[in-house]
Structures are given as structure tokens and as C-alpha cells.
């Protein structure tokens, strides 16, 4: 697991082993993002004072590469196979093999990733926008459905969202609490959730 501790006074991000409870300090002021690579060798950070990622091997803790960008670094994302690194920033998206990270793959300016999820078929990252959810394609960010979010349910707000372990349903956490999932094998994909409360 990935811990940030933004405190002035000592701010870093934790790794730290659940298995054996082993602590690693990463001296990573001001994080934006985290992540981990499936195979728990890498580490990726960025923070909110300056453009650019951090690359830190694991679980010694040093840094190894600096991923240069022109923007902040909103979001980092392995995916599922342990080949790729996402990065999103403020003004456009870059892919990295993981290992090498370097040379850097531009992907489309225009697609803003807000709080992407990759499949865990690898295949599709799912994000929000507006009040719905888009399905990206994960290599070339193109649009492949998109998912909305019943009016009942409240709306997506700063919501979260996360795949199941077969990448079939996707939930949200939507502004209001609610919780909703869509099943993504069904023709046209069904959304099921507590409606919210009605006001008085």
C-alpha cells in the first residue's frame, strides 16, 4: 500500500508491505498521485508544486528516473499486465513501458482522463465525464461507450470508481453516497443502485 503524508513538517509517501509490515519512505512532498506496479517493484509520485513524476524502485526506496512533463500530474496508472505506465497531467496524456520509461507515447491532448480506472482485462480505462462515465480505449483513449448515470441515482459530482475483478461491472461512488454499478456484458448495459432520497 501507498501512504501520503502531506504534513509540512515531514512530508513523504509510505510503501508499505502488507504481507510483512515492512515501511518504506519515499521523499515525495506534496503528492498528487501514487502507484504501484503489479509486480510491487515500482513505485510512481508526483506532487502539486511542480510538473513532472517520480520513479522509485522498490522496496529499497530510491529514486530512479524523473518522467519530465510540461503539466502537473493528475492521475498514474499500471496496467493490468504490468506493461504499461498512464500518466495524465493538466494538459495532455504520455504511456511508458514500464521498466524502460522512457521514450515517452503522446496520446491525444483533447481526452481529459478525470479519475481513470483501468479494466482489469486491460482493454478498456473507464472516467468520468460530466454526469456520465466514458469507456476509453487503453491504447488510443478513443471513445467507446458511454455510460450514464440515471437521474435517480444522483449525479457523478467527484465520484470513484472501480472495476470488479473480471472487469464485467463497474461501480460508482456518486456525490450524493450512493453506490452503482453497470453490468458491462449486458446488450445495453444496466445500471442498478439505491435511488437517492427524496427531499421533503
Known amino acids: ?67 519530465p512533463t510540461r503539466a502537473l500530474v493528475v492521475s498514474t496508472l499500471f496496467s493490468p499486465d504490468g506493461k504499461w505506465l498512464l500518466l495524465a497531467t493538466e494538459n495532455g496524456n504520455l504511456r511508458l513501458p514500464v521498466g524502460q520509461f522512457d521514450p515517452i507515447q503522446e496520446l491525444p491532448n483533447e481526452v481529459r482522463l478525470h479519475a481513470p480506472v483501468w479494466s482489469p482485462r486491460g482493454d478498456v480505462i473507464a472516467c468520468r465525464n460530466g454526469n456520465a462515465v466514458v469507456l476509453r480505449d487503453a491504447l488510443t483513449l478513443s471513445e467507446r461507450e458511454r455510460l450514464e448515470l440515471p ?8 465520484a470513484r470508481l472501480a472495476f470488479d475483478g473480471t472487469g464485467r461491472y463497474l461501480a460508482i461512488h456518486t456525490a450524493l453516497g450512493t ?22
Not at 515501511?23 to 512532498?29: D, E, G, H, R, V
Not at 437521474?151 to 467527484?158: A, D, K, S, T
Open 179 to 200: 453506490v452503482a454499478r453497470w453490468d458491462l456484458e449486458a446488450s445495453q448495459p444496466v445500471v442498478t443502485g439505491r435511488p437517492k432520497k427524496e427531499r421533503h
Open 151 to 158: 437521474e435517480h441515482l444522483g449525479w457523478v459530482g467527484n
Open 1 to 67: 500500500a501507498l501512504l501520503a503524508n502531506t504534513s509540512e513538517s515531514d512530508p513523504h509517501v509510505s510503501f508499505v508491505s502488507l504481507d510483512s509490515e515492512a515501511k518504506t519512505i519515499l521523499p515525495q512532498a506534496n503528492c498528487l498521485t501514487a502507484a504501484l506496479s503489479n509486480d510491487l517493484r515500482f513505485a510512481v509520485t508526483s506532487g502539486y508544486d511542480k510538473p513532472g513524476a517520480a520513479v522509485w524502485s522498490l522496496p529499497d526506496g530510491k529514486e530512479i528516473h524523473r518522467i
